[in-house]
């Protein structure tokens, strides 16, 4: 499993890699609703590299590219979108337990 610090790393590569065509940034902007000004203003956020690698998992040809050009399988990829990602509800996180944990 990727550590935290990896996994965003791979995310800020998959972040380079969408963004830096015109077609893919385009069609990553009107699957999640974001305005040209929303994603300027949510560059630094975690939660947009998550968003990202939402829509990058979501779409098997897109993750099969993005991987082959970040010359890394595409299941890292699914591993970085898995460790950022925010927990399902009534899942608990493994890194804090919170007040129910062990």
């Known amino acids: ?3 935290g610090s ?3 790393a791979l995310g800020a590569r998959v972040f ?3 963004t830096g065509d015109p077609g893919r940034l385009l069609r990553f902007m009107e699957s999640s609703g974001l305005s040209p000004e929303a994603l300027r203003q949510a560059a630094d956020s975690p939660n947009l590299v ?8 979501a779409d098997e040809g897109l993750l099969l590219a993005c991987a ?3 010359d ?7 591993q970085a979108w898995r ?4 927990p399902e509800f009534g899942e608990e ?3 804090d337990p919170g007040e129910f944990g062990a």
């Open 6 to 8: 990896a996994a965003e």
């Open 93 to 95: 996180s493994s890194e």
């Open 16 to 18: 380079a890699y969408v």
């Open 83 to 86: 460790r950022l990602a925010p």
């Open 1 to 3: 499993m990727l550590s």
């Open 68 to 70: 082959s050009a970040l």
């Open 72 to 78: 890394v399988p595409p299941e890292r990829i699914t």
């Open 50 to 57: 998550t968003g990202l690698l939402d829509h990058v998992v």
